[in-house]
């Protein structure tokens, strides 16, 4: 018998803590480099665990989101909806990219996800700034690159071979 | 061994292939935001989520305010003593003042009636506390413990012990959105204390600077200038600091000053706020009555 990889309750656990990380208050110096935890997250399962979470499951965080950060309903589930999507249609070509590239794609893919939402910001008449948007997708990818590190480093390979 | 050593994931469960079910996900959501955009109807789907999500806010807050609560307890004598020997003196300064207020405000409500104008009358307020909860750095907002079920209503003003704090922008069964008077998309109708020469503040996005827009160049505005609140537009009640004038640059070149504010309250230090419910709809005079009353 293999040993399920991650039992539901921590994959659910996981989204749990990770809209929690997305609300705690920082300091104002640091908050504007607070990751897109919830992409994050979404995206390192997507791509360890493809099908673990269905797109369903983003669609339901990005309403959490929304509901959340009082943000027009369905902004931020489209923008997650989009980056789940591409990931899961390329997981078996970044699963075997080296470390560099992966770390470049899921920057590229949390760059996609703040783009969609600065332009529903900017359809929807919210007044939003611009500068400091570009912090957000490289701590996140940072942040994607550490957390497979942690959880992932004896799984890649035999999934490299697999 | 045929056999799969590792668990093969799981097949999509409904019969629609991914590409399908994200088309469809994503219709969902762009109708949804259209909706939202356009309509009030979302907002009653959007109450009822957000009681789903609102176990979340508390549970942030929670070690916050657990926090606030051991240092209270744990706050050593002297400090006690040096706190309740400051509150004395501010009790002592607002009820001197207080006790002027009252005879001035029997004067102001004789005189208004000599003027044969409507009576301002004293509004109801109640207190709600910041919850420790911040998620869209790009947007001053926050969320207040108290919701419907306290009466709230959206476009509510809210006050702190310095001046205007923002307004409600959407409320939910137990827990309010508010929005600060710094946010970018919003304005506050001001009248400058020294002479009432009225304007608009706007927001900038940073939590300690207000724009005057709307001043001419020859406007008679000056650094130092207090900014209280003017009343029009209906939803922050007239007389409320709102800010000081920090900055005036005068460009021969442009028609429009360049003038910059400090709000008056301590917008990023609060942790309690006072919600008004705005009472100059209750017209005191038959003669007010009479106008408001249709047609």
Known sequence: MARRQHPWFVAGLSLVLTLV???????????AFRPDWVAVVLLYWSVTAPRRFSLLTAFWMGIALDLLSGSLLGQHALALLVIVYIAERLHLLIRVFPLSQLGLTVLALLGLYEFILFWIDGVAGVTVPLTERWAPPLTGALVWLALLAFFDSGRREAHARF | MAAPVRTTPTPARSGFSVGVRFLLLSLVCLSL???????????????????????LRLLVDLPFRGWADVRENFASRETLVAENERLKRDQLNAGLRLQ???????????????????????????????????????????????GLVDGVYVGQALIDAQGVVGQTVRVGPFTTEALLITDA???????????????????TGDSGRLRLPYLTNNADVEVGDLLVSSGLGGVFPAGYPVGRITEVTRRPAQ?????????????????????????????????????????
């Open chain 2, 185 to 203: 998309d919003h304005a506050v109708p001001v009248a400058v204390n020294r002479n009432g020469v009225r304007t608009i503040a706007v927001g």
């Open chain 1, 21 to 31: 990380l997305a609300l705690v208050p920082l300091p104002r110096a640091i908050s």
């Open chain 2, 33 to 55: 935001m259209i909706l939202d955009h356009r309509d009030q109807h979302v907002e009653r789907v959007r109450g009822t989520l957000s009681v789903v999500v609102d176990p």
């Open chain 2, 255 to 295: 028609s429009f000053a360049e003038v910059i504010a400090e709000p008056a309250s301590a917008l990023d230090r609060d942790r309690e706020v006072l919600l008004l419910w705005n009472a100059t709809d209750a017209p005191s005079g038959s003669e007010a009555a009479s106008l408001t009353a249709p047609k």
């Open chain 2, 100 to 146: 002027r207020l009252a005879a001035l405000e029997t004067e102001n409500a004789r005189l208004r009636e000599l003027l044969d104008s409507r009576a301002r009358v004293g509004s109801r307020a109640l207190v709600a506390e910041i919850l420790a909860v911040d998620l869209d750095p790009y947007r001053q907002r926050f969320n207040l413990n108290r």
